[in-house]
């Protein structure tokens, strides 16, 4: 790729920080920690270049979007291994989670105009004299700090939304990814070389909350349930909107009549694929009775095929964040101290590096294993006595993000009922791969939508004009109003509402 100018004069940067690949430990690219002053300093060049970029209008940010687009789908291979080289995927995991974004730049350039434009809406009869009409307008400067799991999709779900909407956007990608993030960046500014509309920086937590506080129209997180409290406390200072995509405890829920062949595979890719590493990844199973061994036993053998490593023939990579592993480890500890069994895998099988897939059953709802994220290759099943029980057992958690409901006559019905954002039926996670559905959670998996019109509209405000098209027959915001006014008023709210 030809390097970019940068596009803002920043303070001479100090401090760095390595990006390693969490396969090899090898240093893959070396960024700046960035400053407060740094921060503030990308935030100011943001606001006028914002000004330049909602300029453009729908139709030109659409066509800057379209050729950004273009530049990725071209050199995929080139960022997949970037993305392999930073989180340790396979390179397949990093081409699928590309296409999928790629599908959400498109959708929004596309449709932003259709859902921000200027629409009508009825004045209704007591203002027929008016004309009614509300628009979206950016919101200026958006900040996104994004994880690492899925560091292409995920901050792609906002800053592809935001831009659309005609803002500018400040990206902060996670620590363990921002080659991922640089590669992004500057795709974008070989298509858009006029103004720093997308701009990047690189840090830790301190950096993202400088962004948090730097004056942003809104803060779009991705990330953990306990940065985005802390997150939410920062931004409420300057009384900055948020919206937090936070972690999950995914269920899959297996009616009598589900296709057991299709819910166990959607079971052992939900849980494994990414080495568990999924905010909609699958970590609970609950299964009828009548087809609760039968699908377990489909579960065990599908999982004996899967294997995490380094080499091509594996199926998922290593752990990416070290710290996760001592988590996956007391997860499983703890199921199988309170009386679960583990079918596949256990605690041998948390390596210091790699986690091999683990089928746990016979846990308690209230452990850990069933409680808590625990964003590692394991899932627990447990067996109910009909789907009213799945449902509830479903539900009680305090996450709340995607959900999967397989089975054949009641699949609208369950998934209805679901307390989560999302959620797919007899088949996995697809809700995420269709760009025009909201995304987001509930309760502790956070709040707000990216994706779909819902996601546009996070990141633009909606502005209401009525405008006076002749003087009204009854004049009523005026002090001239007559008491003859007033009674014929009273009795037209009576015609129109006062029915019994
Ligand atoms: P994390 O919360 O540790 O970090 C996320 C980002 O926040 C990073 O860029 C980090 O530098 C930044 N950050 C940390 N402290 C901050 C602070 N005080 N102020 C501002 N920014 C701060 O999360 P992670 O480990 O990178 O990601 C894994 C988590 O993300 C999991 O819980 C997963 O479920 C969740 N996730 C959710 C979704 C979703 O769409 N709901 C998608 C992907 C991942």
New binding site residues.
Partial sequence: MTAVQPKTTLPSVEETFDSLSPATDEVVGTYPVHTAADVRATVDAAREAAVWWAGLGFDGRAERLRRWKGVIARRLPQLCQVVRDETGKPIADAQLESVLAIEHIAWAGKHARKILGRQRRSAGLLMSNQAATVEYQPLGVVGV??????PVF?PLGSIAYALAAGNAVVF?????TPGVGKWLVDAFNEVVPEQPVLQLITG??ET??A??TSGVGKIA???????GK??MA?AADTLTPVII????KDAVLVDADADLDAAADATVWGAFSNSGQT?IGVERVYVHERVHDAFVAKVVEKSRDVRAGSDEAAQYGPVT?PSQLAVIKRHITGALASGGRALVGGVDAVGDRYVQPTVLVDVPEDAEAVQE?T?GPTVTIAKVRDMDEAVEKANDTRYG?GSTVFSKARGMELAGRLRSGMTSINAPLSFAGIASLP?G?VGD??FGRIHGPEGLREFARPKSIARQRFTAPIALTTFQRKEKTDALVAKLITVLHGKR
């Fill in positions: 700090i994004g994880p690492w799991n899925y995920t902060k990608p996670s620590e363990y830790f937590g993202g909350a962004l948090v997180f991705t990330g953990s349930t306990a940065t802390r997150i920062a995509e936070a972690g999950g905010c964040m994220e964003f993000l995304f959670g998996s956070g």
